[in-house]
């Protein structure tokens, strides 16, 4: 499997607003906490916006508007990120570059 | 199957910036629960709803009128609904929910308004400027049309002397007390939930007569930290409050806050909840507009749930 890295991707996201998951270390508190049972969701997709994978975040973008926003993986983030605003940031950037909105 | 995630995302963010408001309601309906109670416009406390509550009836046909189209052909012009829709308000061609459905949409914020009362609290309203604070399109990432939003409530609360926003909603009280200070630099009103301040203020208590299993709101108990304001109150009132698996900080989600996109995820994730409250008793309380309607509709007549308003004023009017 090939995947197309954008080195100013995690750039272009942060114009959308505050991304701070460079301090998550993939411990997995937040999917086995999470309601939904999302496995991709937050940790991946935090990953894949630090690594630049731009098409694995948009294949993604249904598990990003999805998320409940209820701040039960932050509550037990031992990291302490700030979960639920980077998947507002990443809905943001969808938004524009994927819906079309200008936001 | 759900709708195209853009076309939605698309009629919300229009609503909001055309029209103030993702679903607008008629002025009438915004405004329902202030008569008879003799407030007056604005002043230095206001009572601000938000219409998130007054919203609940409006929302059902939407979430309802989304899973038919989405299962039918027709939801495939979606886009074209879209386009439509900045020009004419199409949610509007859902027509008005049923007037019991609209006056019981009343009962909480008219609950409230008594227990404050009752509480010696002072305040006005807004009426019709009591508008609905962008809560579901800042979560769902539409920051510019919630910035604009932002202003126009910060005008009218500020047109209208407000010094102190009581919010009855969890998602009103987040957006007016922790988010739109990041939009606007000069927001200068206080805002508290109606739960802390009746708790500072509650000074009586009496012995245990009921259980009641609390259902925390998501937004309340972690993202403003008011946990033991309900319980304390619930408590004074003579409830004992049974807490069911995952609650205070830990609370599960209702599953309300996808239910615009995604109305059968909304479901299941209402469905995983009630069961965890069913565990622990028979008759639940909320203290939230999208949870209360949520879990009632996923629980059917196996659990009943009462705002937590409407539970203490009942309470309220035993004792007295």
Same mark, same amino acid.
């Given at each position: 499997?090939? @995947?197309?890295?954008?080195?100013?991707?995690?750039?272009? %996201?942060?114009? @959308?607003?505050?991304?701070?998951? +460079?301090?998550?270390? !993939?411990?997995?508190? &937040?999917? @086995?906490?999470?309601?939904?049972?999302?496995?991709?969701?937050?940790?991946?997709?935090?990953?894949?916006?630090?690594?630049?994978? *731009?098409?694995? %975040?948009?294949?993604?973008? *249904?598990? %990003?508007?999805? &998320?409940?926003?209820?701040?039960?993986?932050?509550?037990? &983030?031992? @990291?302490?990120?700030?979960?639920? +605003? !980077?998947?507002?940031?990443?809905?943001?950037?969808? !938004?524009?570059? +994927?819906?079309?909105?200008?936001? | 199957?759900?709708?195209?995630?853009?076309?939605?995302?698309?009629?919300?963010?229009?609503?909001?910036?055309?029209?103030?408001?993702?679903?607008?309601?008629?002025?009438?309906?915004?405004?329902?629960?202030?008569?008879?109670?003799?407030? /007056?416009?604005?002043?230095?406390?206001?009572?601000?709803?938000?219409?998130?509550?007054?919203?609940?009836?409006?929302?059902?046909?939407?979430?309802? #009128?989304?899973?038919?189209?989405?299962?039918?052909?027709?939801?495939?012009?979606?886009?074209?609904?879209?386009?439509?829709?900045?020009?004419?308000?199409?949610?509007?061609?859902?027509? =008005?929910?049923?007037?019991?459905?609209? $006056? $019981?949409?009343?009962?909480?914020?008219?609950?409230?308004?008594?227990?404050?009362? /009752?509480?010696?609290?002072?305040?006005?309203?807004?009426?019709?400027?009591?508008?609905?604070?962008?809560?579901?399109?800042?979560?769902?990432?539409?920051?510019?049309?919630?910035?604009?939003?932002?202003?126009?409530?910060?005008? =009218?609360?500020?047109?209208?002397?407000?010094?102190?926003?009581?919010?009855?909603?969890?998602?009103?009280?987040?957006?007016?007390?922790?988010?739109?200070?990041?939009?606007?630099?000069?927001?200068?009103? #206080?805002?508290?939930?109606?739960?802390?301040?009746?708790?500072?203020?509650?000074?009586?208590?009496?012995?245990?007569?009921?259980?009641?299993?609390?259902?925390?709101?998501?937004?309340?108990?972690?993202?403003?930290?008011?946990?033991?304001?309900?319980?304390?109150?619930?408590?004074?009132?003579?409830?004992?409050?049974? /807490?069911?698996?995952?609650?205070?900080?830990?609370?599960?989600?209702?599953?309300?806050?996808?239910?615009?996109?995604?109305?059968?995820?909304?479901?299941?994730?209402?469905?995983?909840?009630?069961?965890?409250?069913?565990? #622990?008793?028979?008759?639940?309380?909320?203290?939230?507009?999208?949870?209360?309607?949520?879990?009632?509709?996923?629980?059917?007549?196996?659990?009943?749930?009462?705002?937590?308003?409407?539970?203490?004023?009942? #309470?309220?009017?035993?004792?007295?």
């Amino acid at each position: 499997m090939t @995947a197309l890295v954008s080195p100013l991707f995690a750039e272009r %996201v942060r114009e @959308a607003g505050a991304f701070d998951a +460079e301090a998550c270390m !993939n411990c997995g508190v &937040c999917t @086995a906490t999470c309601p939904l049972g999302l496995d991709v969701l937050p940790r991946r997709v935090f990953r894949y916006v630090m690594l630049g994978l *731009e098409d694995r %975040v948009h294949d993604e973008s *249904e598990t %990003v508007f999805s &998320c409940l926003l209820c701040r039960l993986c932050e509550e037990s &983030c031992p @990291a302490g990120v700030h979960i639920a +605003e !980077n998947v507002r940031t990443l809905r943001h950037h969808l !938004n524009r570059s +994927e819906h079309g909105l200008v936001v | 199957m759900a709708l195209a995630t853009g076309d939605v995302l698309g009629i919300l963010s229009d609503n909001l910036r055309l029209r103030g408001s993702v679903l607008p309601l008629p002025a009438r309906d915004v405004t329902r629960w202030t008569e008879g109670l003799d407030l /007056e416009r604005g002043g230095r406390t206001v009572l601000y709803t938000g219409q998130m509550y007054q919203l609940m009836p409006y929302i059902e046909r939407l979430v309802a #009128a989304e899973q038919r189209l989405g299962n039918s052909p027709l939801g495939r012009l979606s886009g074209l609904g879209r386009r439509a829709n900045r020009i004419v308000n199409v949610s509007s061609f859902l027509g =008005r929910p049923p007037r019991h459905e609209r $006056e $019981e949409a009343c009962r909480v914020p008219r609950a409230v308004a008594t227990l404050l009362r /009752e509480a010696g609290v002072s305040f006005g309203s807004l009426f019709e400027d009591d508008l609905y604070s962008g809560a579901l399109a800042y979560d769902l990432g539409l920051d510019a049309v919630v910035a604009a939003q932002a202003r126009r409530v910060h005008e =009218r609360l500020r047109g209208n002397g407000v010094k102190l926003a009581i919010t009855i909603d969890p998602h009103t009280t987040h957006m007016l007390h922790t988010v739109y200070p990041h939009f606007l630099p000069d927001w200068d009103v #206080a805002v508290r939930s109606y739960l802390e301040i009746l708790a500072e203020r509650n000074g009586h208590s009496v012995a245990a007569h009921g259980e009641v299993v609390l259902h925390d709101s998501c937004v309340l108990a972690r993202a403003e930290d008011v946990v033991e304001e309900p319980r304390l109150l619930l408590a004074s009132a003579g409830f004992s409050v049974l /807490e069911p698996e995952q609650s205070g900080r830990s609370t599960w989600c209702c599953g309300g806050p996808v239910e615009a996109l995604y109305p059968e995820k909304a479901r299941a994730q209402a469905e995983r909840r009630v069961e965890q409250l069913r565990a #622990a008793g028979s008759e639940c309380v909320t203290m939230c507009p999208l949870c209360l309607v949520n879990l009632s509709k996923a629980a059917g007549d196996t659990l009943v749930f009462r705002d937590i308003s409407e539970v203490l004023l009942e #309470a309220s009017r035993l004792r007295n």
